[in-house]
Every structure is written in structure tokens, then in C-alpha cells.
């Protein structure tokens, strides 16, 4: 399985726009990209999805390249409760299987 | 609707014991997925199923099984616990057409001693 990698921390304000990138070369073709957000001792939450291009939410926005080999979330202005992981989500081409990114921890301070 | 359920929310076995960890959801969902996570680690796929009856495995299946007996729910069992398998074990489900697109349930935290 190729690796789907990710920042391992992000240091933020509130306020700010923070961006967290994806890497993952070995997407499958027609598979869209998933980004979700986890807090401590819960499920992960589906925060935007997009195949191509520029998706956006009420939360979010997901900026797609091209070639598709990385993704990146944007969240905008973000506040103390946006402290949490961020994990994308795509399809391995080689294996045809969803597989999470290795996650981002993300710390808003004030 | 309840969405994906999960029970046990909590678990401690023996080495060799096995169990079965239940899963369920009311969405009709065909997708569904078993996720292990170790303590601050990321998510690993173990077993998917995209019907019933149709289940493949994922990342790291090794001493897991599951079965698709129904749309609503998919069991995991374990085999023969190990200490390796202490871990918080989610379920996830989604339609087929957004199969990226899963609801997460609460998740199962088994410890193996």
C-alpha cells in the first residue's frame, strides 16, 4: 500500500486560516478525497469531500490539484474548538482500498 | 435514526480469549468497515464489506474475521487475543456510491492483557 502522509502537527491562533496538506501519489482514478476531523475518545467527523479542483462547505474548503496527487484543507478562522486531528481519506490505486493518512494534530491556541 | 452503533464501548480479555465486537446501522448503508486506531496512532483498515455476503480485507486483518450476513450488521471477531491487539476499534459505514464518505461509530476499547 502506498503511503498517504500528512504533517504531523500544526500550531495555530484563532483567527487564522490554517491549510493542511495530503500527499498521495498513488490515488485510484475515480475515487473522490475525504477529510475528516477527530477529537480525543471519539469517532472521526466527515468534514468535505471532493474529487477535483476547489470544493467548499459551511467549514471548509478542500483544494484539489490537477494531477491529484495531494489535496488540502482549508479551515478558515479557526477557534479554539478546531483543536483536533484531520485525517484525509482516498482510494489506493494498487489496491483499490480506502486508506486514512497518517493525521494531523491541529492546536488552536488563543 | 441511531446511526452506527458499537457494543461493547469497553472490553478487557485475557491473551487467547476471543469475542466478538458487534456493529450495527439503520442507514441501509451497503459500505461498511472496521478501523483499528492505536493509542495516538491513525486509523487502520482491518475488514470491508460492500454488501451482504461480500466482505475483502484490509491493512491489517491478521487474527480478525467478519461476516455480512445481513445489510445492517457486521460482527468482528476475534480470533485469539493478543496484547498487540489492545486498541480502540471503530465501525464505519457508508452508501456505495460515497463510500469515502462514512459515519463513524463511538468506537470499541479493548484491552488485552
Known amino acids: 500500500l502506498a503511503k498517504t502522509t500528512q504533517p504531523i502537527s500544526m500550531d495555530s491562533y484563532e483567527g487564522q486560516e490554517v491549510n493542511i496538506t495530503c500527499s498521495h501519489n498513488?490515488?485510484?482514478?475515480?475515487?473522490?478525497i475525504t477529510w475528516y476531523q477527530q477529537f480525543p475518545s471519539q469517532g472521526p467527523r466527515f468534514i468535505i469531500q471532493?474529487?477535483?479542483t476547489k470544493v467548499t462547505n459551511e467549514v471548509a474548503s478542500l483544494f484539489i490539484p490537477a494531477d491529484r496527487k495531494s489535496s488540502t484543507l482549508s479551515l478558515p478562522r479557526v477557534s479554539l474548538s478546531d483543536t483536533a486531528v484531520y485525517y484525509c481519506?482516498?482510494?489506493?490505486?494498487?489496491?483499490?482500498?480506502?486508506?486514512f493518512g497518517t493525521g494531523t494534530r491541529l492546536q488552536v491556541f488563543p | 435514526n441511531a446511526g452506527v452503533t458499537q457494543t461493547p464501548k469497553f472490553q478487557v480479555l485475557k491473551t487467547g480469549q476471543s469475542m466478538t465486537l458487534q456493529c450495527a446501522q439503520d442507514?441501509?448503508?451497503?459500505?461498511m468497515s472496521w478501523y483499528r486506531q492505536d493509542p495516538g496512532m491513525g486509523l487502520r483498515l482491518i475488514h470491508y464489506?460492500?454488501?451482504?455476503?461480500?466482505?475483502d480485507q484490509g491493512e491489517v486483518p491478521n487474527g480478525y474475521n467478519v461476516s455480512r450476513s445481513t445489510t445492517e450488521d457486521f460482527p468482528l471477531r476475534l480470533l485469539s487475543a493478543a496484547p498487540s491487539q489492545t486498541s480502540v476499534y471503530f465501525c464505519?459505514?457508508?452508501?456505495?456510491?460515497?463510500?469515502?464518505?462514512?459515519?463513524f461509530g463511538p468506537g470499541t476499547r479493548l484491552t488485552v492483557l
Open positions: 471532493g474529487y477535483k
Open positions: 498513488n490515488i485510484a482514478t475515480n475515487d473522490y
Open positions: 464505519a459505514s457508508s452508501s456505495n456510491g460515497e463510500a469515502g464518505k462514512q459515519f
Open positions: 481519506l482516498v482510494g489506493d490505486k494498487g489496491t483499490d482500498k480506502l486508506i
Open positions: 464489506s460492500v454488501g451482504a455476503g461480500i466482505t
Open positions: 442507514m441501509n448503508h451497503e459500505y
